[in-house]
């Protein structure tokens, strides 16, 4: 026993000396003893002021009632909120104490200042792969180009010891691919600025690619066939971002996508759910070249038949259920012609760029049916392009509708113009309405993304 | 871009995802089309294209080149229309007719498609609100005007 104990007792030690090394280690930067005193040319700060809006920084460190980068947005974890931080150069509230170095940690490294791990609702598993050059442009314009604002922190509400942070090195060190991003020489520069928009500061991931039980994305990079693959986030579902033609981006060309990612909508779809933020905040803001790298990027994806099934055709017999003497009959139906059609068209085809079609929509023909159910009850966001709000956007029939008229109509909606999106329960109508409800204590906080 | 109401061609200057209604009440002046929920679930803009009703207020102008569209000031010189119109009349269906240019418009479409329309199917296309509370009184006039047709008068 105490020969065992003898062996043993040294490699307990070792272990446990290992792994507090491991999870308190500050990581190296390539900017550590780079000294950042001198004032960065207004064209850097520019630069970076760009990175920021590819990186979306504001979409959650900016709260709408306080000074932008202040933070404050709630995220929820399974365990409790966290908040956003203040990321504005305030030496005492915010990050005006940062070095390049230290900053460099926080964003491609998962590591504070102070030596804390972030929690991965800061998407730093896509940040990792910025360019040297990108984060020390994104470090100028957060420190000469904001302006600092006292704010302090929201401690985050999770109770201890679920909040002690070092256990996150561990989940940094399986879930994330550590350095920068790294071209393929087999696709054009086209191709590569796309995959690194993407998969980097764009973090289409964070949202677009499902997770695991940890909450990582089970994939970082197209090497992956999950990779974008559609996800259920918030009460939304991200749609796959391939080249599936029923749920993906199938049936979307370059010129439509990039379209989409510049003024908000197209032919197919209108921004909706989660994905205004990332416009209103982000994609209009990227250059007309970014943008076709990113559509020609995504174009190069591939779908998945088994995934996805047949490709969507226009079926025009379900009309016919239409008819003035026949929509009584069928449910949803009425519900369709009396609040829905007047926008959609009554042939489910939308009207052109401005009223999303609802034949061959991704979001009704997903198996998960949130996003459907959601817009429905909640409406739409105002979608801000170029400064101007859009003339039309989906109104919220929570007050109007019930449970089932709302599972009806969807069900109809799923079921008609040649979608093949399965019905619609009451009953998941009832939960997301509970949990969407802003009146609702537990009503749903955004989560990691 | 040219815009046909009424059966004359206006020319208009307004931007193509410009709502039909703001083009109707602002740019041409013709305010008997009424802004109501401005989101196509009142009816109170209700017109016709091409003699089905529609929702001016979600309705981009972008969409109605080389069709014929139809208000309230134009109903008239429609047969169907004048038919609907003398209903009303007969039937005093409006209390206080801030719905009532749209709920004819409804009618006209519904009579257009169907000349005798049974009770499910005046309920099915008969939705746009009243806060007035006319609707025995609409229901009344439709009736009577799918009556007059049965009869040939």
Partial sequence: MRKLLSVLLPVIVLAAAGVTWFATRVPSSPFDGVAGSQAPSPELIQRGEYIARLADCVGCHGSPDQPPFTGGLEMATPVGSIFATNITPDKETGIGNYSLADFDRAVRHDVARDGHHLYPAMPYPSYAKLSDDDVRALYAYFMHGVKPARHANKASDIPWPLSIRWPLAFWSALFMDHGSHHEQPSENAVWNRGAYLVQGPGHCGACHTPRGLAFNERALDDSNPLFLSGALLDGWYAPSLRGDPNRGLGRWSEDELHQFLKTGRNRHAVVFGSMTDAFNNSTQFMTDEDLRAIAHYLKSLPGDPRRDGPAWHYDPKSNDTLALNARLKTPGAQTFLAKCSFCHGADGRGQGQWFPPLAGAASLMARENASSINVTLNGSKRVVADGIPDAYRMPPFREQLSDRQIADVLSFARSSWGNNGEPVKPEEVKHLRESTDPANSSVIILHMR | ?153
Wanted: proline fraction near 5%; aromatic fraction near 4%.
């Fill in chain 2, 1 to 153: 871009m040219k815009l046909t109401i009424n059966g004359i061609t206006h020319q208009v200057e307004a931007e193509p995802d410009t709502p039909l209604l703001w083009v109707l009440r602002d740019e041409l002046g013709m305010t008997g089309t009424k802004y109501g929920c401005g989101i196509a679930q009142c009816g109170a803009c209700s017109v016709m294209v091409d003699d089905i009703v529609t929702r001016a207020c979600v309705t981009p102008i972008e969409s109605l080149e080389n069709r014929r569209i139809t208000t309230i000031e134009g109903i008239e010189n429609d047969p169907v229309g004048k038919r609907v119109v003398a209903a009303w009349v007969k039937h005093q269906v409006p209390q206080c007719g801030y719905c009532q240019s749209g709920q004819v418009m409804a009618a006209t479409a519904l009579l257009k498609e169907t000349p005798h329309p049974g009770d499910d199917e005046i309920a099915a296309a008969m939705v746009n609100l009243c806060r007035c509370g006319t609707y025995n009184a609409i229901s009344a006039a439709i009736h009577d005007l799918a009556g007059d047709e049965r009869t040939g008068q």
